[in-house]
Each structure stands twice: as structure tokens, then as C-alpha cells.
């Protein structure tokens, strides 16, 4: 058998085993005999006692197992944990590390293999490999511990994570509560219960635990299934009558299986062992699909499917109970795999106090939606399943990117505080709001609001904002089941440059593709973010380009406010071409308006610069263009070339990266060389830090979200513009991103700013 095959095989076994302890003794033993070595044992790190505990071993003493700890700086064990490397040694009673545990029972070897189990840079534990030969373990053999220790690595860490959540809060013992870090996706307190609009129940999901309370598990099986069986008795009763026998039969099996003779038997028998409802109606279903699968009639073959569906039915009922469909009162925390403007849109914005999700990351549009709609979220919380957090208690703190599940009564004290405080902050905030935005030392600065989501109200009740600055038009596409027409687009971007003549408005071409799917026109692409995204699209898709152009030309009859922005421009042609599809739908609606004898005018014209290549031929595009508008979230991410959607590289998406500052610096200076008005409209604009930093480089415009405005104005007029450009000049001549970002805290701090960016006043 090959390696692969080996591993693989492993692997999986080691995935069905419901114990974790139970499946790491099968591991090192599996492994001892594939590679035919003396000895092989699993330590797994313990950071509250800093030390690593022998959890599985077979070759030393059993004895020692959970007994045995050695400390983080202690012999051979504790110097692969620090050098976070294999260590492949022939004689390991000769290592000057080598500290000897006699409870271990090791004396007899001497070849000794360590490797480093890693997950997200923290060791988890080290795998051994020991024998009495004095040998070197070959490449080989290193080469297969180190790659199973890496599938490991996950195993272990979901299973720490997911021990404590499986707790429903009804059945918890008290224990601390669990902190679950993500990605900071929009700042904000709240405190609510986890909701998750879609609950679904997986079996091959259910992680095992053992319960302990073995006639309320039974109990709840029993309901379970009592709810299962009326549930697919209405489903039968549903279903016409002349059925095709096969489907029939499914009923009947069902009808059979639910019997409590059956498997009612054999799941409660596995409840006596200790085991929790879900997980013994796991280890029963898997048996049954398998040996249903293992039959040579195909017919019998195939219902493995219909069993573990009944299963998950099952499984919903034990998981949940009767009330979850329907919307809970209170204050809610949403959970779910991605977030999309439909589900928001859905939801009671009055009772929605925080948003989690499995995927995005800080500048995912869902963050950007979010953060536009002012409620704390975490994201890429990839270590999680949903249906773990719903209906518990959980308090999320969107500055620091964390969720506590299940707080106590006195940290549920303490949330509440900081959220009041919160509270009264955002209330001086919004007291201040209408006063112009100019700082200490009177230099006028001009706010905008990106739009997409309502902005007319905002635009309507505030004064100070001058304009929209980006309105991301393909929200609304996104929002229906197909493409909107003309006259619905027109709509839309008549209602705001009416209801604003006074203030430009900068509508962008559709920038569909990246992480903005429509759900009628799906793109399938490897990199998206690299691909048919933006102007590319609409470019090669001029029908849809032109009946934009349209609506939006249209729109702006009797008007002077319509600009007109182009997304992902990466060359000149793409100006071009678009500019010659702009002109041709002006010149097909001018001619409509020449028979009303309506005025239009043909609006102005900008590019975004969020691609780098538009950056370096700004002096060129600037003879076609009449503005540029920085888009510094698709800027960052294909300047770092960090997908802003990927949280696994979150950490490198660094808004304050060097590269990132000086290339706004230039991009600042060159506009003003090539005399052409910038807006900054990324997420960076509205960013306490960020919007000071842009001031001190020379924007004068900024756009960012209705919500943010407020926030920034405060910001403006709370600092000198001399105290920001001597910030810049210092943050400039860092190299780290980190410091610049502890400096520009330390700045907000001293300027009593420190509430925007963190929890509590
Ligand atoms: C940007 O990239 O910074 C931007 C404003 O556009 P979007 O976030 O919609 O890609
Ligand atoms: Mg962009």
C-alpha cells in the first residue's frame, strides 16, 4: 500500500473513532505497526499548566498516560513544542536536552523522532516515534509523521473547540465560558441569543460526547422521535396516493425503523454507555448505513441515504426544539455560514444586535454591508459550525473580533456596561453630528456617504453630507432574482438624484463578480477577485453595460448631480471603450429628451483606482477621466495580494501596511499634479485612523458609510490638521505594521478617541 493510501486510511479511521483519547491510542498504534517501529505516543499541550500531557501512547509505559507531564521548557518533548520542528535524533539519552521521566519507562530506547502538531501557528501537541536501534528515522518516515501530524492538527483542534459548545446552556454544567476568536468585521458591541436562520442537522457533524444524565437523554430521544414520526406521517399524508411502490417503501421503512423495537433499542442501549442522544443515535446510524451499504442488492444499497436522512430528521428534533422556527423575541445574534443583503434585509433591524459568520473576512462586502448598517460582526469564524451558537447566550465584541459564549451572569454584567457606555458615547456623537466637518485648526473637510443600502435618508437628514461618493448600483441587482430592467433601474437612480440636486451623486457601473455573486448570472471562477469582475464584465456584456447607462442618463433629465464611475479598471482601453458605450446610450437618450425638450447632460466621468496598474498610469488616464475616486479595499488586496475575503490570510490584510500608506501618499500628490478632483470611497476612509491619516496626505474628500459619517465628522473636528500630518510623518517612517497600528491607537487614545476603536470609554 502507498503512502497516500496509508495516511489516507488513517486518517479516516481516526475520524470515525468517537473519543477523541480512543482515537489518538489507535493512531500511534496504527502508526507503530505501518512503520514498524518501538514505540509511538502523542503528547497534547496544555497552556493553562504549560506543559504536555502523554495522551496515547504504545511502546511506553500505559501507566503514564495522563499522568505523565512534561513542561513546555523541558527535554526533548518540550524542545520540538519550541523549536516548532522535527527532531530526528539516533541517540536521545545523549541529547543535552534529554530530561528523564521514569514513570515513562523509556530507558530501552534510543532513536528518537519528535514532530510539532500545528494548527494556526500554536503547537497542539508533538507526536513521537521511538526505537531501540541507534538509528536516524529515515526521510521517509519523517516525512509520513510530519504530514499526518498535520491532519492531526485539525482533528485536535475542533475537537477542543467543539467539547465545551456541545453543551446545550439548559444541560451545562457551569463552566468558564468559551471565547471564540474570528476576524473583526464590523466594530460594535451586543449581547443577544444566537440565531441561525437556516438550522440544518448534519449526523456525520455530530462531534461524540458523553452526557451523564441518561434518562433525560432518553427522554429526549423519545421526543425526538415522537416529533420525527408525526412529521413524516403529515409527509406521507401529503403525498398523493399513487406513489411508485419504491417511494412508498421509504415510508414504510421509516415507519419501521422509528419503531421503539428497532432502533429506538439499540440508541437507547448506547445512552446507557454515557453517551449523549446525538451521538448514540450517530454511532447506531452508522452501523445500520453501513451494513446497508456493504449488501449486494443495489436497491437495499441505496437506502443507506434514506437512514441517515431519517437520522438527520432525528437529530433536528434532538438539537432543537419545536420553537425554532419561529423567530425568537429579544435581542438576536445572527449566525450563519455567509452573510447576503437578502438575509439581512429579512431580518427585525430593532432586535438584530450582532452578526457572526463562518466565512468573509474584514473587507468581504458582507462586512462592508454590515459595518454600513452599524452592527458588530465577527467573521471567518471558521472553527465553528452554526448550529453550535443557536439559541445560546453570546456576547460579541466587533473591535476585537471575539464571541463569549454563554456568560455568566456577572460577564453579562460587565457586557452590558461597556455596551451602555458604548451607547453613551455614540449619543455625544450624534449630538454633534450637523456641525461642519472642519478640524481644530480650521481646515474644511468634505464627508460623502457610500450608498447601495437606503442612503436617501441619511443624505436627506444630515447636512453635512456633501454628496454620495460611491453608489455601489449592483446591490440592488443583487437584491433580485434576475436583472432589473431599465425602467426598474431607473427608478432607482432617479429617486436619489432627485431627491438631491443640489449634491453629486457618483453612481458606479455594475461591479458584479469577486465576492458579490448574482444569483441569476453565477460566475464559476478559481480567483475570482483576479477574474471577470467590474469592467471586465460589463465590457464583454455590453447589453447590460448600455441599459445601465441608460437608466442612469435618463435619470438625470434636468439635472447636473450624475457622475459616473467605472470599477476594476486596469487599462486605458477599458476608459475608452467604456466611455464610447456611455456616449452612445447619452446620444440614443438625448434624442429621446430632444423630442421632449428636456435638457441632459453628459454627466461627468471617473475611474476607480483600486487596481495598482491604474495607480502607475493616473497622468494618462487623467486626459480621458474627470475624477478619480481610491478604492483602498481592492487597492490593499491586490497591492498585498491578500484576498480580502479569505480569513485564513486575514491577518495580512493590513490597511496600515507601508506600501499601502505610500502609494495613498502618491496617489494624493499625483491628483494634485494632474489638477483632477480624488475621493477616497474605501473602507479606509471611514476608519478613524485611516480617515486621519488620508487628511494629513492632502484628500479633501472622503466617502464612506451613512453610519460612519457621524463618526468620522467627531473624528475631524476632535484633532489639528498639523497634529495629523506630524502622524503621518512619524507612522511613515515606520516599517511594521503592527507599531504603526499600536501608534495610530496610541494617537486616538491621547485625543480620547479610543472609544471608536475598542470596547468600553
Ligand atoms: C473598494 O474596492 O475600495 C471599493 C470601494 O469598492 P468595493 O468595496 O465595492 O469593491
Ligand atoms: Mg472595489
Known amino acids: 500500500m502507498n503512502m497516500l493510501t496509508t495516511l489516507q486510511r488513517i486518517v479516516q479511521e481516526v475520524n470515525r473513532i468517537p473519543e477523541l483519547d480512543r482515537a489518538l491510542q489507535y493512531l500511534v498504534s496504527t502508526i507503530k505497526a505501518t512503520l514498524q517501529v518501538d514505540s509511538c505516543s502523542i503528547y497534547l499541550a496544555n497552556y493553562d499548566a504549560q506543559h504536555h500531557v502523554l495522551t496515547a501512547t504504545d511502546g511506553l509505559s500505559p501507566d503514564a498516560v495522563g499522568t505523565v507531564c512534561i513542561g513546555f521548557s523541558e527535554g526533548l518533548i518540550g524542545l520540538v513544542g519550541q523549536r516548532e520542528e522535527p527532531l530526528n535524533i539516533q541517540d536521545a539519552h545523549h541529547h543535552p536536552r534529554f530530561k528523564h521521566y521514569p514513570e515513562v519507562k523509556e530507558e530501552k530506547y534510543n532513536a528518537f523522532l519528535g514532530v510539532p502538531i500545528i494548527h494556526q501557528r500554536r503547537v497542539l501537541g508533538i507526536l513521537t516515534m521511538q526505537q531501540r536501534d541507534q538509528r536516524r528515522f529515515s526521510a521517509d518516515e519523517e516525512a509520513f509523521l510530519v504530514t499526518l501530524a498535520t491532519q492531526l492538527a485539525l482533528e485536535i483542534a475542533h ?309 454620495v461618493g460611491l453608489f455601489r448600483t449592483e446591490i440592488p441587482f443583487m437584491m433580485r432574482e434576475r436583472f432589473p430592467s431599465e425602467d426598474e433601474q431607473y427608478a432607482i437612480y432617479r429617486g436619489i438624484l432627485q431627491a438631491h440636486p443640489e449634491k453629486p451623486i457618483t453612481m458606479r457601473t455594475l461591479d458584479v463578480g469577486g465576492d458579490k455573486p448574482l444569483p441569476y448570472f453565477p460566475i464559476v471562477e478559481e480567483n475570482p477577485f483576479l477574474g471577470w469582475r467590474g469592467i471586465r464584465m460589463t465590457l464583454d456584456q455590453p447589453e447590460i453595460f448600455l441599459v445601465q447607462a441608460r437608466a442612469m442618463i435618463r435619470a438625470s433629465e434636468e439635472l447636473t448631480n450624475l457622475q459616473i464611475l467605472l470599477p476594476m479598471v486596469s487599462s486605458l482601453n477599458e476608459v475608452r471603450e ?145 497634529s495629523a500630518q506630524h502622524l503621518l510623518s512619524e507612522v511613515l517612517n515606520l516599517s511594521d505594521p503592527q507599531v504603526i497600528k499600536s501608534h495610530l491607537d496610541a494617537y486616538l487614545e491621547s485625543h480620547q478617541l479610543g472609544g471608536l476603536v475598542r470596547a468600553g470609554s
Open 159 to 467: 475537537a477542543n473547540m467543539f467539547g465545551e459548545l456541545m453543551f446545550s446552556e439548559a444541560h451545562a454544567t457551569p463552566t468558564v465560558a468559551q471565547v471564540i476568536n474570528g476576524v473583526p468585521a464590523s466594530t460594535g458591541l451586543g449581547l443577544g441569543r444566537g440565531y441561525v436562520p437556516v438550522l440544518s442537522a448534519d449526523i456525520e457533524k455530530v462531534i461524540h460526547r458523553k452526557a451523564h444524565n441518561v434518562s433525560e437523554q432518553i427522554v429526549l430521544y423519545r421526543q425526538a422521535v415522537d416529533a420525527t414520526r408525526k412529521e413524516v406521517a403529515q409527509l406521507s399524508s401529503n403525498l398523493d396516493e399513487s406513489l411508485p411502490e419504491d417511494v412508498k417503501a421509504i415510508f414504510v421503512l421509516y415507519d419501521q425503523l422509528l419503531d421503539a423495537n428497532s432502533l429506538g433499542r439499540e440508541v437507547e442501549a448506547q445512552i446507557k454507555q454515557d453517551w449523549d442522544a446525538a451521538t448514540a443515535l450517530k454511532l447506531v446510524i452508522q452501523d445500520y448505513a453501513a451494513r446497508f451499504k456493504a449488501m449486494d442488492d443495489p436497491y437495499m444499497q441505496e437506502r443507506a441515504v434514506d437512514i441517515v436522512d431519517l437520522s438527520n430528521r432525528i437529530l433536528k428534533h434532538i438539537m432543537f426544539d419545536d420553537s425554532h422556527t419561529a423567530l425568537p423575541k429579544g435581542d438576536l445574534i445572527v449566525v450563519a455560514e455567509e452573510l447576503s443583503p437578502t438575509l439581512l434585509a429579512e431580518f427585525p433591524q430593532e432586535h438584530l444586535k450582532g452578526i457572526i459568520t463562518i466565512r468573509g473576512s474584514q473587507n468581504s462586502h458582507a462586512a462592508i454591508l454590515a459595518r454600513a448598517m452599524g452592527i458588530p460582526a465577527v467573521m471567518g469564524v471558521s472553527s465553528i459550525l452554526p448550529n453550535l451558537l443557536h439559541n445560546k447566550t453570546l456576547f460579541i465584541d466587533g473591535y476585537a473580533g471575539s464571541i463569549t459564549v454563554s456568560p455568566s451572569k456577572a460577564q453579562e454584567n460587565e457586557c452590558a456596561i461597556l455596551i451602555a457606555e458604548e451607547d453613551a458615547l455614540y449619543e455625544r456623537i450624534d449630538a454633534q453630528k450637523d456641525l461642519p466637518t472642519v478640524t481644530k485648526d480650521s481646515h474644511p473637510m468634505d464627508l460623502f456617504v457610500n450608498a447601495g443600502l437606503a442612503a436617501e435618508q441619511e443624505l436627506k437628514d444630515n447636512q453635512n453630507i456633501m454628496g
Open 578 to 722: 467604456a466611455k464610447r458605450l456611455l456616449q452612445q446610450a447619452f446620444y440614443e437618450v438625448k434624442e429621446e429628451s430632444n423630442k421632449n425638450r428636456t435638457t441632459l447632460m453628459m454627466p461627468k466621468l471617473g475611474v476607480m483606482l483600486e487596481v495598482p496598474a491604474a495607480v502607475h498610469i493616473m497622468s494618462q488616464l487623467a486626459k480621458d477621466v474627470d475624477f478619480f475616486s481610491v478604492g483602498t479595499n481592492d487597492l490593499t488586496q491586490y497591492l498585498l495580494a491578500v484576498d480580502r475575503n479569505n480569513p485564513r490570510v486575514s491577518a495580512l490584510y493590513q490597511s496600515y501596511h507601508p506600501a499601502v500608506l505610500q502609494v495613498m501618499q502618491h496617489i494624493a500628490e499625483q491628483a494634485e499634479l494632474l489638477n483632477k478632483p480624488v475621493t477616497v470611497c474605501g473602507e479606509l476612509a471611514g476608519d478613524p485612523a485611516g480617515a486621519l491619516l488620508l487628511m494629513a496626505m492632502g484628500y479633501t474628500k472622503l466617502s464612506m458609510s451613512a453610519y460612519n459619517v457621524r463618526k468620522i465628522n467627531w473624528v475631524l473636528r476632535s484633532v489639528r490638521l498639523y
